[in-house]
């Protein structure tokens, strides 16, 4: 799982994905941010540099492989100073990815090269080929990654099999960009990109490996499918439960595992939802308390930044919209209860504040685990009904206009 969420934080700037969250993996915020499914440039490095120098762009091909990856790291560490044009952001790209290519190339040549500096060679030479061609010609990407993907193969190299995940990660970029050039939607793009998938599992022997492009698909469903309204992650479910089901790998039966999980939260919308919690006072609390409210239950934890960023917008919404019958549930996923404290003491919410950590304790559902939580934030809205009205990953201002349409009128001074 560490594998797939590492693999998940390369491309994160390529799709839109939240932080990602696995109850049992260590937290850490590898996704802090949630551009558009099609900004595919992906983000510039964040070390600044004191000036522009020619000289970065020099290989040392030369060099031994020690003096290579140190070339690397200061290069992958270099931020240009000046550049205020698109025109200079794509002449440094390309100097840039170039750089990179040719050093990378030149590392994995190298004898006395260990076998780590091989593996993050591979790892930024398929960045160093996105970033050169990807956001200029999606099909160059696509043809360029496939024969990096061969030689791979080739070699035996594991790597081979992140890089095909990588080829359907783009397709996925490509096909919504064209379905919404051509006047379709988000959807269409990915109802391509899963048949696609499907039938490349369907021609290849299925490896533990490909786990991680099913999963894929199904997590980044959520994600495209705002409020589930076209049912993406239930059809990708359906369409790639199979090809878990027929390996008896730790991978596919792990997958199959959170899938229970993801299936009853794919189901949400217009249903009931259970959650049962205890709040940091101690104090117990059901959702069915709340009926004849708006309940809207924000999955988040300290650690992750998009969550403590949608924070301003959750407040603003709290104090239009508490005195219509708004109430909010945060259901904290942290493992440390004392650092949940001591946020709460720093920073206190204004709202219910739950900790999953103190509800295991006394013996209630970890409803993270429960309904397959694995990007936060995750918002669950539910109608003064109890039913959920819409389920929406990562986009709190798709929450606010959500909560614009169930309390129409002026906003509140």
């Known amino acids: 799982m560490k594998k797939t969420m590492k693999l998940l934080a390369i491309f994160a700037v390529i799709l839109n994905v939240a932080a990602p969250y696995s109850s049992a993996q260590e937290k850490t915020?590898?996704?802090?941010?949630?551009?558009?499914?099609?900004?595919?440039?992906?983000?510039?490095?964040?070390?600044?540099?004191?000036?522009?120098?020619?000289e970065i762009f020099k290989v040392p091909v030369e060099g031994t492989a020690a003096e290579l990856a140190e070339y690397v790291s200061k290069l992958v560490a270099y931020r240009p100073q000046g550049i205020n044009s698109q025109e200079a952001f794509v002449e440094f790209r390309g100097k840039f990815s170039a750089a990179l290519k040719t050093a990378v190339d030149a590392l994995l040549k190298k004898t006395d090269a260990t076998d780590e500096q091989k593996e993050e060679a591979r790892e930024w030479k398929l960045r160093a080929i996105i970033m050169g061609t990807i956001a200029d010609d999606a099909d160059k990407a696509l043809t360029e990654i496939e024969a990096y993907r061969k030689e791979l193969a080739a070699e035996k190299q594991d790597f081979q099999y992140a890089v095909q995940n990588a080829i359907f990660q783009i397709k996925l970029s490509r096909n919504v960009k064209t379905a919404i050039e051509s006047g379709g939607s988000q959807a269409?793009?990915?109802?391509?990109?899963?048949?696609?998938?499907?039938?490349?599992?369907?021609?290849?022997?299925?490896?533990?490996?490909?786990?991680?492009?099913?999963?894929?698909?199904?997590?980044?469903?959520?994600?495209?499918?705002?409020?589930?309204?076209?049912?993406?992650?239930?059809?990708?479910?359906?369409?790639?439960?199979?090809?878990?089901?027929?390996?008896?790998?730790?991978?596919?039966?792990?997958?199959?595992?959170?899938?229970?999980?993801?299936?009853?939260?794919?189901?949400?919308?217009?249903?009931?939802?259970?959650?049962?919690?205890?709040?940091?006072?101690?104090?117990?609390?059901?959702?069915?308390?709340?009926r004849g409210k708006v309940v809207l239950i924000d999955f988040w934890a300290t650690w992750c930044g998009p969550c403590l960023a949608s924070v301003p917008v959750l407040t603003k919404l709290y104090e239009q919209y508490h005195d219509r019958g708004l109430e909010i549930i945060a259901y904290s996923v942290d493992e440390d209860i004392n650092a949940l404290k001591s946020f709460e003491e720093k920073?206190?919410?204004?709202?219910?504040?739950?900790?999953?950590?103190?509800?295991?304790?006394?013996?209630?559902?970890?409803?993270?685990?429960?309904?397959?939580?694995?990007?936060?934030?995750?918002?669950?809205?539910?109608?003064?009904?109890?039913?959920?009205?819409?389920?929406?990953?990562?986009?709190?201002?798709?929450v606010a206009a959500k909560l614009g349409e169930i309390f129409p009128g002026e906003e509140k001074k």
Request: aromatic content about 8%; charged content about 25%; hydrophobic content about 40%.
């Open 29 to 54: 915020p590898a996704a802090t941010s949630v551009p558009q499914i099609n900004a595919v440039i992906p983000e510039l490095p964040k070390t600044p540099a004191a000036k522009n120098d020619e």
């Open 347 to 398: 920073s206190p919410h204004p709202w219910n504040v739950a900790s999953v950590a103190l509800s295991t304790k006394q013996k209630l559902t970890d409803y993270a685990t429960y309904y397959g939580v694995t990007g936060i934030p995750t918002f669950v809205l539910v109608g003064k009904d109890g039913k959920v009205l819409s389920a929406i990953v990562g986009d709190v201002n798709a």
């Open 188 to 290: 269409d793009g990915f109802k391509k990109t899963l048949a696609e998938a499907k039938a490349f599992l369907e021609k290849e022997k299925f490896v533990p490996q490909y786990v991680m492009i099913a999963m894929f698909l199904i997590d980044i469903a959520e994600r495209v499918d705002e409020g589930g309204k076209d049912g993406l992650q239930l059809l990708a479910i359906r369409e790639l439960k199979p090809f878990l089901e027929k390996s008896d790998s730790p991978e596919a039966e792990e997958a199959l595992t959170s899938l229970e999980g993801r299936f009853r939260f794919a189901k949400l919308s217009g249903s009931e939802i259970e959650l049962e919690c205890v709040l940091l006072d101690g104090k117990k609390l059901n959702i069915k308390d709340l």
